[in-house]
């Protein structure tokens, strides 16, 4: 019966979703690269995603291309190094990733990299809440059957609960990009919530995984923003939420192949290489250079793409800016850039991801991957034994298992100078109402490394008006600086580890604009909802 009241409901709303739209080349009948015996040469500070998205488009039209990196490795959030563990060398992530079905750009360099078979499909999600019973969320079907199957297989939500929470909410339904974005950014997700009457079921649910997951203090997050987030990873169509997994290390399923790639174009990476400040003409206000840490680079570049996390962005703004102190016209524009976008910008809290080596595993029923919402400080759990080859080998060998926690906005719930030692002893009570069957088998840790960072975007409310687009600085008179990152403003919906990318691509799209060369197109989310016809 209820299936065939979720068919004919389908039926009746006949709901069509959005296709994704291409951004075409402002330029198409400029040539695809520069001019045999024309030099160009571009400086990218940060060897990230954006950093190396840029890169590639660039280096492939015939720019000379040098990347600066401060850390001993590429990758930034993906960053993946080899770690002495238990008398083996592992390649250790930044954390885990999971790579979306509307991640447009990236799908694209995947395929240039020849690398789409280092990826596989990750079917399900798995959560645990503390006043639910567990789920298992997947998408299936075309809009809104793929919606409704969600609330019929689930052993929580009503069927009145979803239907009457989806009817009150045509900010999702009727999407429209630029007037979320006008209309919602002074709101917190949650405050639009309550504003909208959601059902308390279906936001825990439905709503508040998600936002446990933007590594975002949960109560500040912008309601627009998380709007967007909405229609990329669920409403734009019913693949949106469609993940994909890495079958082994990220510097061998993304970053090794990536930085070979580059290097065969003559891409110069440099690492250990932290920029202090930019060199600026003082008559022109042309960005040319950097100083790095260990001394000043006398290279002359014609670009340069600032790529960095929006901590080290700011930082190094603030040291050109004391530098440039006493150049009237130097000061007046950099002051310009730092009061209207960049010293508006904030860092989301500290996060560590901790990850175990076991003797022994859990039982087969636990998923690869479970979200845990309600148990903060740890908001996901993956078994890397039963994702990566290489864990996967050593779990073959030993019997035991690899499994990492995620604690997000750390600083919430302990102290911020906690060290590596202690953090298994302040996250094993959570752990334990997790996996109680951790501690009643007397799993032995045999090894374990901590990532600590703090070095992801904040998005909470009121911050969209001053995020800064790839080409703000331009436009306050910085001359040949473009931005790119995952915390720069966009024109269409996008997040994570895709606007990376595609910020990559834009500030490379700037350059080729400005140089005569054709741009390259973007795929991206369509900016209105899938609406009711």
């Known amino acids: ?56 488009e660039l280096a492939e039209r015939g720019y000379s291309v040098t990347i600066k990196e401060k850390y001993t490795h590429i990758g930034g959030k993906l960053f993946c190094k080899p770690v002495k563990i238990l008398n083996q060398t592992f390649y250790i992530e930044h954390g885990f990733h999971a790579w979306f079905y509307n991640y447009y750009q990236f799908k694209d360099i995947r395929k240039r990299l020849g690398i789409d078979s280092n990826f596989k499909r990750w079917d399900a999600v798995h959560y645990i809440f503390r006043n639910y019973l567990p789920e298992v969320i997947y998408s299936e079907g075309p809009y809104p059957l793929n919606l409704l199957g969600i609330i019929s297989r689930s052993p929580n939500l009503k069927l009145t609960d979803g239907i009457l929470s989806i009817l009150s909410l045509p900010d999702m339904i009727f999407y429209d990009f630029d007037h979320i974005n006008k209309k919602y950014d002074n709101l917190t997700f949650h405050e639009w919530a309550i504003e909208k009457k959601v059902a308390q079921d279906f936001y825990d649910i439905i ?51 990536w930085s070979d790639y580059l290097k065969k174009l003559n891409v110069n990476i440099q690492f250990d290489k932290e920029v202090v400040s930019l060199k600026i003409d003082e008559k022109n206000l042309n960005v040319y250079g950097s100083v790095d840490k260990n001394g000043d680079d006398s290279t002359v570049y014609d670009w340069v793409v600032m790529a960095a996390e929006v901590g080290a962005v700011k930082k190094i703004f603030n040291n050109t800016l ?5 150049s009237p016209s130097v000061k007046n524009v950099l002051s310009n850039c730092v009061q209207n976008h960049i010293g508006h910008m904030k860092v989301s809290p500290d996060y560590k991801v901790v990850r175990i080596w076991f003797d022994k595993q859990l039982n087969s029923s636990a998923p690869n991957i479970l979200e845990t919402p309600d148990f903060a400080p740890i ?25 990492e926690f995620h604690c997000y906005t750390w600083s919430s719930f302990f102290s911020p100078n906690t060290s590596d030692d202690q953090v298994w002893s302040l996250i094993s009570p959570t752990v334990r109402e997790i996996y109680p069957e951790i501690f009643e088998k007397n799993f032995k840790i045999l090894d374990y490394n901590v990532n600590s960072f703090q070095n992801f975007g904040s998005f909470e409310k009121g911050l969209l008006e001053y995020r800064p687009y790839v080409n703000s600085l331009v436009k306050n008179k910085l001359k040949n600086i473009y ?45 209105k909802g899938p609406g009711l016809f």
């Open 1 to 56: 019966m209820l299936l065939i009241l979720l068919i004919s409901l389908g039926r009746i709303l006949c709901t069509f979703a959005r296709d994704p739209v291409w951004i075409n080349p402002l330029n198409p009948n400029d040539p695809d690269r520069l001019p045999s015996g024309e030099e160009k040469s571009v400086l990218i500070v940060g060897g990230g995603l954006a950093g190396l998205s840029a890169a590639l």
């Open 207 to 257: 709503m508040k995984p998600a936002l446990s997951v933007t590594l975002n203090e949960p109560e500040t997050f912008s309601a627009a923003e998380m709007l967007a987030f909405i229609q990329i990873y669920f409403l734009t169509n019913s693949e949106a939420d469609t993940r994909e997994v890495a079958n082994v290390n990220y510097y061998q399923a993304v970053l090794g192949p």
């Open 322 to 326: 004391k530098y440039y102190n006493n």
């Open 379 to 403: 908001n996901l759990v993956a078994q890397y034994h039963l994702l990566e080859e290489e864990f996967a080998t050593w779990a073959q060998k030993t019997g035991g298992s690899v499994i």
């Open 483 to 527: 931005l790119a990152g995952d915390w720069i403003r966009t024109d269409y919906p996008v997040a994570l580890m895709e606007r990376a990318v595609s910020t990559g691509r834009e500030a490379a799209n700037q350059i080729l604009l400005q140089d005569s060369v054709k741009q390259v197109p973007l795929l991206v989310v369509n900016k």
